[in-house]
């Protein structure tokens, strides 16, 4: 790739108190990119993408955003970075115009008024614009705080959970609205926990316990798990799960529906593990789902949150 | 229907210790005040200031002065006799009586004319006065019953030796509203500019509009003025309608610079914002932010010279009024309305409010982070 990534951090770490919350976490994204930043809750995400935008300071590490230095060049990331924060960030006492105006007026953009009546236009609420931004529903908040996020047409869009609480028809046109923009250039980073939303990322990072665990596309993140799968139909598969997880080779085994979900590093030692219900049961091949490879990785991690909570 | 009742109370108390603020203010509020009602308070101050202009270095004067000092009442000041010192004393707030002693007293009390006696009041707050200006009548004539002995005995009868006559500087009617009024300008600037900025930055805090306004290009300061500014011109409405109120309605006199009175106003409005916006760089939640400003209301209304007079406190106390800057901004503003202080004179007071200013601000932009966690 030729082109200078748009977000290049090394060694990014972040201590609070003790406790370290982000440990030496790389990440690149390259323009025009959609990255999944998935991980269990208290992961690190949060931090990490706040690091990112110049909201915390880290305590060690280095990196570029847009080339500008991370330490030293924050107020100049600021102007070209869109936040979408977890929470609802926009003031819910103001009108949904008088949210956008004021966003436009911070950043200092030109043509006001009329930045703001196509953002309004392009959601859909030029209606309901003098409508208190607090009174919307969970769907249109996450709307109106994306219309927000990219009103000063920022190069880099940082999103926190931006689908959680929301229903899959709107999440469905979130994610068509962020492939939009990436397709104009914009590079996003979007943290997660919806494996669907993770497939629909160029590529994906994860982090647990503030360690980065694994990055690539979708299916280089399976490979790289080195994870074997085993579906097991019939009789009473789905009520097997406990009693065979615990068997040696078995790293977890699910229900999932009536059939069951059984994987581990290494197939020959499943089949091994399963053996003994094949009267009763087939076994057959699958692959390893995204949510397998996490649930691998978390368990494999090494928990340093537990030592201050 | 005892046990989920048990259940919501057992839930209470386990909230109510988990907000160590809610702690604090049970359990120090009756405390402070208790020390305030039962010690700080009194309506009967003693060691006022004096000062003896004695025109008349006689037994009689040393007679009065020993009196005076006998009575509890008075921290006896003597002046040296230079015209004019007694007047300044009193403007500069320095000393709150002054009794000037004619220079023929025991020659006109030998001969029996009765010889006057001047009485100088600093007015302004007439409650405080009454009981020491009783005191003044009695030791004067105590000490000289004493000292008209022998031939001179009869002068001791009634009529009263002398004539004590008394002048109330600043308030002659003695008119309690001139002295609340302008100090209620304080406690209102206070009451509302402090709670109100603690609580606009603690709300941004609270709803997770702050992570937002971080993440823009907005700096520290500029979220600061950006949200003192509506406050302070509020602040300047309510400074106006009291005026307003105080000169028409309670016709409280007006006797030195309305500008001065707006500078000074205006420094302590500042003071006022500024302590508001430190105050939410130390709390966490507008429930907080609101015992903080409670915190430091109440001491305000109370210890500042509003409702009690200053030197009725015992010392420490007096000390404590000292840091509240209330304190300060009431002298001022009864210092010009009532005295007509110039900026001379005005220039201690409001150098403590700007000393305050610069300090506040620095702790409010030392602790205010463009940064979350």
Redesign the interface.
């Known amino acids: 790739m030729s082109e200078a990534p748009a977000i290049a951090v090394r060694g990014l770490t972040k201590r ?1 108190g003790n406790r370290t919350v982000v440990d030496h976490v790389d990440l690149t994204v390259q323009p025009g990119r959609i990255c999944g930043f998935l991980g269990p809750n208290g992961s690190g995400k949060t ?1 990490t993408l ?1 690091m990112i ?5 880290p305590d060690e590490g280095e990196g570029e955003v847009l080339g500008l230095d991370l330490l030293t060049r924050r ?1 100049a990331i ?2 070209q ?1 869109g ?1 979408m ?1 977890q ?6 006492d103001l009108s949904i115009a008088e949210n956008l105006e004021f ?1 436009a007026r ?2 200092r953009l030109d043509n006001r008024a009329q930045r703001v009546a196509e953002a309004l236009e392009r959601l859909g609420l030029a209606s309901r614009s003098t409508q208190l931004a607090g009174k919307l529903s969970g769907g249109w908040k996450q709307r109106l705080a994306l219309a927000a996020a990219v009103l000063h047409e920022p190069k880099i869009l940082l999103l926190d959970e931006p689908t959680a609480g929301v229903d899959p028809q709107a999440r469905r046109e979130f994610w068509d609205q962020i492939h939009a923009l990436a397709r104009d250039g914009m590079t996003v980073l979007v943290s997660t926990h919806y494996m669907d939303e993770a497939e629909r990322c160029h590529k994906m990072a994860y982090i647990a316990y503030g360690v980065m665990l694994a990055r690539g596309t979708c299916p280089e993140v399976i490979a790289a798990s080195g994870l074997r799968a085993l579906q097991g139909e019939g009789p009473g598969a789905d009520r097997l799960a406990a009693e065979i997880e615990g068997r040696e080779g078995v790293d977890m085994a699910a229900p999932f529906g009536t059939s069951l979900h059984v994987c581990g590093p290494d197939l020959a030692a499943l089949r091994r593990a399963v053996a003994p219900y094949e009267d009763r049961i087939r076994f057959t091949e699958s692959e390893p789902s995204l949510e397998d490879v996490f649930i691998h990785l978390m368990r494999h991690a090494t928990d340093n949150s537990v030592v201050e909570a | 229907m005892w046990e989920r009742i048990g259940a919501m109370v057992f839930k209470e108390l386990r909230q109510m210790v988990r907000d160590p603020g809610t702690i604090a203010m049970m359990l120090f509020f009756p405390i402070i005040q208790l020390v305030i009602f039962g010690v700080a308070i009194n309506n009967d101050p003693r060691h006022l200031p004096l000062a003896v202009e004695a025109n008349d270095h006689s037994a009689m004067t040393r007679a009065i002065v020993s009196g005076l000092r006998a009575t509890s009442y008075f921290d006896v000041i003597e002046l040296t006799g230079q015209h004019g010192e007694g007047e300044r004393l009193i403007a500069e707030g320095t000393a709150q009586f002054v009794l000037t002693i004619p220079s023929d007293l025991s020659r006109d009390l030998v001969r029996g004319i009765r010889p006057q006696l001047l009485l100088t009041v600093d007015a302004t707050d007439p409650a405080s006065t009454g009981p020491a200006i009783a005191a003044v009548n009695e030791a004067v004539a105590q000490a000289l019953a004493r000292e008209l002995r022998g031939p001179l005995a009869p002068r001791a009868q009634t009529p009263p030796p002398v004539d004590l006559v008394l002048h109330r500087s600043y308030n002659p009617e003695g008119i309690t509203s001139h002295n609340t009024v302008p100090g209620l300008l304080a406690i209102i600037l206070s009451m509302t500019m402090v709670a109100l900025t603690a609580m606009s930055v603690t709300r941004e805090e609270e ?3 702050m ?2 306004l ?6 520290p300061i500029e979220v600061m003025v950006g949200k003192i500014v509506p406050y302070f011109l509020i602040g300047l409405v309510q400074v106006v309608v009291i005026l307003a109120a105080a000169l028409l309605l309670f016709k409280v006199p007006f006797v030195g610079s309305p500008v001065l009175l707006l500078a000074v106003t205006l420094v302590f409005t500042l003071v006022c914002l500024a302590l508001g916006f430190t105050m939410s760089t130390l709390v966490s939640s507008q429930v907080q932010s609101m015992q903080a400003s409670m915190f430091y209301l109440m001491p305000s209304i109370l210890l500042s010279g509003f409702a009690f007079p200053y030197r009725g406190m015992p010392v420490p106390i007096q000390w404590l009024a000292e840091i509240l800057p209330p304190t300060h901004y009431i002298r001022l503003v009864r210092g010009i309305m009532l005295k007509g202080w110039d900026l001379r004179l005005a220039l201690p007071e409001t150098g403590v409010l700007l000393g305050m200013l610069v300090l506040l601000t620095v702790i409010a932009v030392r602790r205010y982070r463009d ?3």
């Open positions: 609070f931090t706040r935008c110049g909201l915390l300071i107020r600021k102007h970075i936040y924060t929470k609802f960030g926009l003031f819910s966003i911070v950043y | 709803q997770g509009t992570e937002n971080l993440a823009t290009p907005l700096r940064t979350v966690g």
